[in-house]
């Protein structure tokens, strides 16, 4: 029986959660997996905890108004801190938001959770992509796991399908569609819509970063194929060695220009190995219509692994979302009970 902490507990927390009621059976009977949800921490809703487990229904409800800290019968008033080394979790999961360049205050606990000896799971791709060799090395010195599928295509398997499937495989180029709303705003812009008309879209669809930049500028991207880069090719690379731009210069005449070519304009974020080294970028490119990569529309990701036994690999599917990036985190439990 795991213990869970939920840290954060907003669109992907609550997705997990309604994941976890729903397959509650499923989970047991055929993996064998058995959970409590033994905390929840949110620093706009508030928290709860009880050793004894939490009704998962009852914090869903609660959540929708803001009064976790009104759970009958909880401890509450700690905050992410004190529920990560306070509570008896055995697994934190960290689902808080994003910032790039502090990885703060996510990065704090994650450092809390690994020291603590808990094992820690997250969608959170600040410090991920910050400190990655750090973090990783502390797991291993606690010996507890450290896993963060959801930081790349949400659930969609594109770390787990390098570290389990395509194991024993040299790769040697990783290339992709990394950015849902961006690959969004192309795609409408090809159906003749203005730039400006196809963000305002894409950010009420709730695919967009709460600042417009990180997506359009390509830093969402960017933290995506560092953290690609360090976790599948072991390189030692940072946020500056990435050349980066976004696609705030793509205009419709662009649009039109590379259709008569017989291309497509995509974000494309990149990691090639080469001898020893290891270069990284995030640029939109004019993809041939053959490229597998031409034909992913909308706010659909893709990723073509480049290896020497395998050729070609690509993996195509959701790359955000409440379900897609809550199952992300049911992967990374289940991967801590086979491992177990
Ligand atoms: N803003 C991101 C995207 C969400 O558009 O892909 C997932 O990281």
Known sequence: MYRLAFIGFGVVGQGLAEIL???????????????LVVAVSDFNKGSAYSPDGLDLSTLLELAKQNKISEYPGA????????????????????????????????????KAALESGKHLVTTNKGPTTLF???????AAKKDVRFLFEGTVLSGTPALNLCHLCLAGNDVTEIRGILNGTTNFILTNMEKGKSYEEALKEAQELGYAEAKPDADVEGWDALAKVVILAKS????????????????????????????????????????????????????????????????????????TF????????????????????????LSDLLSIHRMS
């Open 21 to 35: 009621l729903e397959k509650k059976n499923v989970l047991k009977d055929c993996y064998g997996f058995e959970y």
């Open 75 to 110: 401890r509450t008033g700690l905050d992410a801190l004190n529920t990560i080394k306070e509570t008896n979790a055995d697994i934190v999961l960290e689902a808080t938001y994003t910032d790039i360049e502090t990885g703060e205050p996510a990065y704090s606990h994650f």
């Open 132 to 138: 990655f060799r750090e973090l990783s090395d502390l």
């Open 232 to 303: 599948v090719m072991g390189a030692d690379i940072g946020v500056g060695d990435v050349d980066r731009s976004g696609i705030t210069g793509i205009k419709l005449q662009d649009i039109e220009q590379a259709k008569k070519e017989g291309k497509r304009w995509k974000l494309i974020g990149k990691v090639t190995k080469e001898g020893g080294s290891v270069r990284a970028s995030v640029r939109p490119e004019k993809v041939e219509l053959t490229d597998p990569l031409a034909s992913v529309g909308g706010a659909t990701n893709a990723l």
């Open 306 to 329: 480049v290896t020497d036994l395998m050729g070609e690999v690509t993996i195509v599917g959701a790359g955000a979302g409440k379900k897609e990036t809550g199952f992300s985190l």
